[in-house]
Structures are given as structure tokens and as C-alpha cells.
């Protein structure tokens, strides 16, 4: 199962037991990437950790 990169248009395969929510990495442009969906196969930018403050 292939989805295209969202930032550099690339092919990405996904693994086979892969799951919504699972982080893949694009192998052209090193962008984290996060499943949102299987059927049809989509991916997103994966969000950035961020610290949490306590503000």
C-alpha cells in the first residue's frame, strides 16, 4: 500500500500491519508522517512534540 508525501509528492509504502496513528518516514524527504487513514490511504504532516511548560 502506497500514499504520496504531502510535502515532497514522493511514493511512501506503508507496512503492511500498519495502523491509524502510525508514524512513517518519507524516504525522499525525511518527513515524519502520520497514517489518518487506511481506507482510502492517507497520510499527514506528523505534529511536532512540543514541551509543555505549565503555562
Do not use: R
Given at each position: ?14 507496512p ?40
Amino acid at each position: 500500500m502506497n500514499v504520496k508525501c504531502v510535502v515532497c509528492e514522493a511514493d511512501v509504502s506503508l507496512p503492511e500491519n500498519c495502523c491509524e496513528g502510525e508514524l512513517v518516514v518519507c524516504q525522499d524527504c525525511g518527513t515524519e508522517l502520520e497514517v489518518v487513514s487506511l481506507e482510502p490511504p492517507a497520510v499527514e504532516e506528523a505534529p511536532q512534540v512540543q514541551e509543555d511548560w505549565g503555562e
